[in-house]
Nanobody, 134 residues
Framework: QPRLVESGGGQVQPGESLTLSCAAA?????????IGWFRQAPGNEREGIAC????????FYGDSVKGRFTISRDNAKNAVTLQMSSLEPEDTAVYYC??????????????????????????WGQGTEVTVSS
């Protein structure tokens, strides 16, 4: 069954770094797919934080992570990674990767209606938990 699998979550202290990976499985390939990373903290709405185009020529970031997070593609490993640095307690959340049917663009990370279940989004992973705490 085609699916996305996130890994790399864990607990770190403020200021530390962590790298998440989104891998394809079940016969699914990330090749040619724009991919996004999203997160949801307890009691909060889901938030789009980064996306990368199919060609890797374009990427966009949410304001809350700009300058601290970097999204990149590793086509050889059929994966997309999210390097997170200078982590803050506010980054604590479950992180999800998703196949984007819509292009990687600011509006894809922050749709007007806040609906991440719409036709612009395809497969979602099950999430990996990140906790930033001293």
């Amino acid at each position: 069954q085609p699916r996305l699998v996130e890994s790399g979550g864990g607990q770190v202290q403020p200021g530390e770094s962590l790298t998440l990976s989104c891998a394809a499985a079940g016969g699914f390939s990330l090749d040619g797919q724009p991919i996004g990373w999203f997160r949801q903290a307890p009691g909060n709405e889901r938030e789009g934080i980064a996306c990368v185009s199919a060609s890797a020529h374009h990427s966009f970031y949410g304001d809350s992570v700009k300058g601290r997070f970097t999204i990149s593609r590793d086509n050889a490993k059929n994966a997309v990674t999210l390097q997170m640095s200078s982590l803050e307690p506010e980054d604590t959340a479950v992180y999800y990767c998703a196949q984007l049917i819509a292009p990687c663009a600011p509006l894809t990370l922050a749709p007007f209606d806040g609906n991440f279940a719409g036709p612009g989004y395809g497969l979602w992973g099950q999430g990996t938990e990140v906790t930033v705490s001293s």
